[in-house]
């Protein structure tokens, strides 16, 4: 946009509250330049990073900008092995059983 002002429908500033988006990294199909709920939901749908709750976890252990990694999963999801090339020890040399007792004490799902 050319100024600063924001130009959005009530009903997309809801929308991308609810989900956290900021409304100025949409651009907005209406009158000059003007977000539209319909934009919100394009936005997300084609914007939205998708991880694995395992994935997630470890990358929050670990202080890994997970946003920012590139996903190998089905249709671009990242997944456990996304995550662990990012760690500087190998995490999958854990054996079985002590991610087990994780899982117990965590409640975290092994994917």
Do not use: C
Not at 49 to 75: D, F, Y
Not at 87 to 107: A, C, D, G, M, S
């Amino acid at each position: 946009m050319a100024d600063d002002k924001l130009r959005a429908t009530p009903a997309a500033r809801k929308l991308a509250d609810d989900l956290g988006i900021n409304l100025y990294d949409i651009s907005g199909s209406g009158a000059n330049g003007r977000v539209h709920k319909e934009d919100v939901e394009t936005y997300k749908d084609t914007n939205v990073v998708r991880i694995s709750p395992l994935a997630k976890r470890i990358a929050l252990e670990h202080n890994i900008a997970w946003q920012e990694i590139q996903g190998t999963g089905h249709r671009g999801k990242i997944m456990k092995k996304d995550v662990l090339a990012f760690l500087p020890e190998n995490i999958e040399t854990i054996p079985l059983n002590h991610l087990l007792k994780l899982r117990k004490w965590k409640k975290f799902q092994i994917t």
